[in-house]
């Protein structure tokens, strides 16, 4: 169908077109044309336009239209320089006689721009090539879109340039990326941290478990005392992170192991900061979707525990980015993840740090075990064998 | 409730996967611009993501760029200063990102210069691998600068115009220049941060060379032709050197031949975790 329109083209032009200028002339679905209206457009009344021998030649309305939309788009092209006004852009082509100067710029659409004279200013072909021939001079830039500009012995002072491919205004990287598309990425974002923190829990569950439930514990038993102690550890983490840079300073074999021991202060920190996290998720999740004991083993109710709660809270990670395409909600929720997630590492942090690292259970509380009197209320000997103590509260958890 | 789970993990997974794709408009650009006389210009290259090849052209132009691009991506640029006679080509720097596909989805540009003029060259490559073919161009000075890349530079002939300096500076990077004495220049300065360098300084001898390599992490290969004489002063923190035909002489190497060689190679090398190696065999 389309191509209905190129022979049109080609009739006119003395310098047939390239297919892929033909192509590009075709690239605009607006000038996709049944072929039996194109060709009632041939026979309709043609305007008269420039050709190459500068005589008249007569294009079809439904070339010219083409041909109309294809300047547009180059109007549009970053990398054009400045057309005339559109009834002074010679459709078809146009030749400027040798002897002859003319004033910039100069165009042509759908058909070469033969050049054996003078241009003061550009010259400028669309669809088509520029040809400067022996003694021609251009002073200007010669530019030709979707074409080639061929220097045959003339002069060109300004730039040779040739543009090919996508014609007319690019959006830059920030627009081109619409919302939808910004909304996407973010919730990509969101969501590989969600599956990389689900990854990490299952490691975490499968290889440093006790560590975890010792985190967990200290966490259940105090999580007042692990919130604050997280903040301390927070504010404390670069006067330690300098006084242990200063210690290794003041030796000279303790210099060369600074780096490593940067490194190996951050590792630290990710990994108690890491183990926190998820304890205080388990514990969410724990608390949100309880396990009903007999459908889950011990580890299948906390790695359940620990998705549910990782969930959760990266949960609202991807909520927010889920409104990225809005840009007020988005903040209003991303600030109250922001919000949670940090009350939440901090206590997880200080959890960690005060059961260092999930290796310091928290003293089990002392239970107060039903004791039975009943046995104890012998009458003891006044004198022989000393009858045995009584349990007590205090004693049972002194022998544990 | 593990239903609900795995519908959540798919729609991730889904998501995941889709967000990879973005819009492109890959354009080609293709500038030049005749050769009106042989006076010297400045010339500056900024490329920061593909590929870039610069080398000589055999026509009468000052410059030739070819340029492969996206164009939602970056901008190129390509500014001419008539009285100054500097050009800027490339693209610009800052608008550019990397896009995460491989090379043969990547933009690449492709540089020739002329052979006439004497050019004072500077590139600016980001994340890049370059091809710097300089066989046949009048240099004047010659500063490269180079983030992440795989880089090749090479002189087959005699540099026509005596270079003033050479510089190299590399970020994490794996450079190898080639027939380096062609270049013509008495001051090599190579920078680099981690990464490989490999120096052949084989070509035309025509005077002495200072040559200074500034590795931080990395290895260090210099070549030197047999009749050179190599002088080699070395500053290294936890780094290996291989002085395999240099004896040491006043708080330096020297090669067997330094006293009688036409031509001296002075090399100051420091490198902190490393490897410097002198092969004195020639390539």
Redesign the interface.
């Known amino acids: 169908m389309r191509t209905a329109i190129l022979p049109l083209i080609l009739a006119v032009a003395v310098a047939p077109l390239t297919a892929r200028q033909a192509a590009a002339i075709q690239q605009n679905p607006k000038t996709a044309k049944p072929a039996a209206d194109s060709a009632a457009k041939v026979a309709a009344p043609a305007v008269a336009v420039e050709s190459t021998d500068s005589g008249k030649v007569q294009l079809s309305k439904a070339t010219v239209d083409s041909l109309t939309q294809l300047v547009s788009r180059y109007r549009r092209d970053?990398?054009a320089v400045a057309l005339p006004p559109e009834n002074q852009i010679a459709m078809g082509g146009r030749t400027i006689p040798a002897g002859t100067t003319v004033a910039g710029p100069v165009a042509v659409a759908g058909g070469p721009l033969h050049v054996y004279g003078t241009v003061n200013g550009d010259a400028i072909a669309i669809g088509s090539d520029v040809i400067v021939h022996p003694g021609a001079r251009i002073t200007g830039n010669a530019v030709s879109a979707l074409g080639t500009v061929n220097?045959a012995g003339g002069?060109?002072?300004?730039?040779?340039?040739?543009?090919?491919?996508?014609l007319g205004a690019?959006?830059?990287?920030a627009e081109?990326?619409?919302r939808a598309?910004s909304t996407?990425?973010a919730?990509?974002l969101s969501?590989?941290w969600?599956?990389i923190l689900v990854l990490m829990a299952i490691g975490v569950l499968l290889f440093a478990g006790d560590y975890l439930d010792g985190v967990v514990d200290s966490l259940e038993g105090r999580f007042g005392r692990s919130f604050w102690a997280g903040i301390a550890t927070q504010l404390a983490l670069a006067p330690v992170l300098c006084l242990l840079v200063i210690a290794l300073a003041v030796t000279i074999l303790g210099v060369?192991l600074i780096p490593f021991a940067i490194v190996a202060f951050v590792l630290a920190v990710v990994g108690l900061i890491t183990l926190g996290f998820l304890a205080i998720a388990r514990i969410t999740g724990e608390s949100v979707?309880p396990a009903a004991s007999k459908r889950y083993s011990a580890r299948g109710a906390a790695l359940r525990a620990l998705?549910v709660g990782v969930?959760i809270y990266m949960g609202l990670w991807?909520l927010a980015s889920a409104f990225a395409w809005a840009p007020v909600v988005e903040t209003v929720l991303r600030g109250v993840a922001v919000a949670i997630t940090w009350v939440a590492t901090t206590a997880g942090l200080g959890a960690a740090v005060i059961s260092r690292g999930g290796t310091k259970r928290s003293a089990p509380t002392a239970s107060f075990a039903a004791v039975n009197d009943i046995p104890w209320q012998t009458p003891t000997p006044v004198t022989g064998v000393v009858a045995a103590r009584r349990p007590t509260p205090s004693s049972s958890g002194r022998d544990r | 409730m593990s239903r609900f789970f795995a519908l959540g993990l798919a729609s991730v997974a889904v998501s995941v996967v889709t967000s990879t794709a973005t819009a492109q408009s890959w354009r080609t650009l293709d500038v030049a611009r005749q050769l009106t006389d042989s006076a010297p210009a400045s010339v500056q290259v900024v490329y920061g993501t593909g590929r870039i090849g610069v080398r000589a052209t055999s026509n009468p132009l000052l410059y030739h760029m070819q340029l492969r691009y996206d164009a939602t991506r970056a901008q190129p640029r390509h500014t001419f200063d008539v009285a100054s006679r500097k050009l800027q080509i490339g693209m610009q720097k800052s608008e550019m990102r990397f896009s995460g596909r491989n090379d043969a989805d990547a933009g690449h540009l492709q540089l020739e210069l002329s052979r006439s003029a004497p050019l004072d060259l500077s590139l600016d490559l980001g994340a890049v691998e370059s091809d710097l073919d300089l066989t046949g161009l009048r240099i004047s000075r010659l500063h490269v600068e180079s983030g992440a890349s795989d880089a090749k530079l090479r002189f087959d002939s005699l540099n026509a115009t005596r270079m003033s300096v050479l510089e190299v500076s590399l970020g994490a990077a794996s450079f190898r220049g080639d027939r380096l004495a062609n270049a013509n220049a008495r001051d090599i300065r190579v920078d680099a941060g981690i990464g490989s360098v490999e120096l052949d300084l084989g070509g035309q001898w025509t005077q002495d060379i200072d040559l200074r390599v500034d590795v931080t992490l990395g290895i260090v290969t210099i070549h030197v032709p047999s009749d050179v004489g190599v002088h080699v002063t070395l500053d290294k923190t936890l780094a290996s050197f291989d002085h395999e035909g240099l004896t040491e002489r006043d708080g330096g190497w020297v090669s067997k031949n330094w006293d009688s060689a036409p031509h001296k190679l002075r090399v100051t090398a420091e490198t902190v975790f490393g490897k410097l190696s002198i092969d004195k065999t020639g390539r």
């Open positions: 970053p990398e220097l002069i060109v002072g300004g730039e040779i340039r040739q543009l090919a491919g996508a690019v959006p830059q990287a081109a990326e619409s598309g996407r990425h919730l990509a969501s590989s969600l599956i060369l979707a998705v969930s991807v």
